[in-house]
Every structure is written in structure tokens, then in C-alpha cells.
């Protein structure tokens, strides 16, 4: 399994990744290491590890002896790997509405309630983090350690559009609320219904993936559709 990056390569990960998205860094652009550590006034070590963990994501193409680039990804693209992401979620979700002891569906519960307050407030950031935190107690419940490493895997490149997404206007409580039917069929034990939630609630397709795609920036927009 991966090891997480440490916290200040994690924190340049995020912050590029915001810049990237926002549209000052549009695709094509250059990720000089030097010049990314005197920016952030840091050694080139954490940056050399941000841009792995970027490079993970897509959004970063490491090539050899010419540096980083930020990744050019179509809209095909993006569509794709939505699809396999609904699919694995949504296995995970079956399999732990099956196997999940009596306590780690009580856990589950409360990551989901602690969930609440960002979502009620529509702190998009804070929401994120702890939604990030529900998903893996279901892939953990899962019991299959292969299954849950491959989701994470895919969660992880598909993270900085996920969290794109909790920007728009009352997304936030409609994830929450989507939550909901995912865990009270989990708590249930219905696998099927555990499935089918999880997978509408993953699934961007229609209006939704219009939304994302809009809500891009106009740069980043033009190279997906060139």
C-alpha cells in the first residue's frame, strides 16, 4: 500500500492542485522544481513529492530529463474514470453492507454525523476531509484489502475534481444526503441497495458532469475538448 506524503509535501500538493484547477497553472504549463521551491520557500524535496502525488492524480505529466508539465486530461478521459470509479465504490459498498461488524457500522454512523456540520455550513474544504473519511470506512469494511486499495488508488487521481465539485452551490448537503441512503442501506445490510446509493451518488453524468465541466476553468475546458 502507499505511504501517505508527508505533511508539508501534502499541503504543496494541495496548493499546487488548487492553482492548477483555479486556472493559474492552465495546461502545458511548466513545473520547474527549482522555481516551484523558491516560490514556496521550501527545498525541492517536498516539491519533488507533491508533483508524484500530482503526477498520481493525472493532473501532472512527469517526463524524464524535461521536468513536470500540468497534464492535459479530455473530457472522454475524465467521463472514464468516473465510470470505474462508480463501480468500484459501489462494490465496496455491497461487500461491507455484508461484512461490516455490528461496531464498525456504529463507526461508520458517527463519521457520517460528524460529516454534518461542514455540510450544513458548506464549508467545502473541511466537507472534503471528512467525506474523504466516510468513503474509506466503507472501502475498509469492505474486508477485501485489494479492493480497498485499488478504490483509494482511483479516489486519489480522481480527487481534485471531486473536491472541484463541492465548490458548487449546495453540493455539500446533497453529497450529505446521498450519504444517508448509502449508510442506512449498509446499517441494513441490503447490498444491493447499499450498491445502487453509492453508485448515484458517485456517478456524474448529465446535468452533473455538465456542471464540473462549466465550473472549470475556461483554459482548462478548451484543452479537454480540444
Request: aromatic share 6%; charged share 25%; net charge neutral.
Amino acid at each position: 500500500m502507499a505511504s501517505k506524503p508527508a505533511p508539508l509535501a501534502q499541503d504543496l500538493r494541495d496548493r499546487l492542485e488548487e492553482e492548477i484547477l483555479s486556472g493559474q497553472r492552465p495546461p502545458g504549463s511548466r513545473l520547474d522544481e527549482s522555481k516551484l521551491a523558491q516560490h514556496f520557500g521550501v527545498s525541492r524535496t517536498p516539491v519533488r513529492e507533491a508533483l508524484r502525488e500530482l503526477a498520481a492524480a493525472d493532473l501532472v505529466v512527469l517526463r524524464p530529463r524535461q521536468g513536470a508539465v500540468v497534464a492535459t486530461v479530455t473530457v472522454t478521459q475524465l467521463l472514464h474514470m468516473f465510470e470505474v470509479m462508480a463501480e468500484l465504490e459501489s462494490f465496496c459498498a455491497r461487500l461491507a453492507a455484508r461484512r461490516m461488524s455490528e461496531a464498525e457500522r456504529h463507526h461508520l454512523a458517527q463519521v457520517h454525523a460528524a460529516c454534518r456540520h461542514f455540510a450544513e455550513k458548506s464549508e467545502a474544504h473541511a466537507y472534503y476531509d471528512a467525506n474523504r473519511r466516510f468513503h474509506e470506512v466503507i472501502y475498509a469494511g469492505s474486508h477485501n484489502t485489494y479492493l480497498e486499495e485499488t478504490t483509494r488508488n482511483m479516489r486519489n487521481r480522481l480527487s481534485p475534481y471531486r473536491r472541484f465539485q463541492l465548490h458548487h452551490p449546495g453540493r455539500t448537503m446533497k453529497s450529505w444526503k446521498e450519504h444517508q441512503a448509502v449508510v442506512d442501506a449498509i446499517v441494513s445490510g441490503d447490498g444491493e441497495a447499499a450498491a445502487a446509493a453509492m453508485s448515484h451518488h458517485v456517478t456524474i453524468q448529465g446535468d452533473v458532469f455538465t456542471d464540473l465541466i462549466s465550473a472549470l476553468p475556461e483554459s482548462y475546458v478548451h484543452a479537454m475538448t480540444a
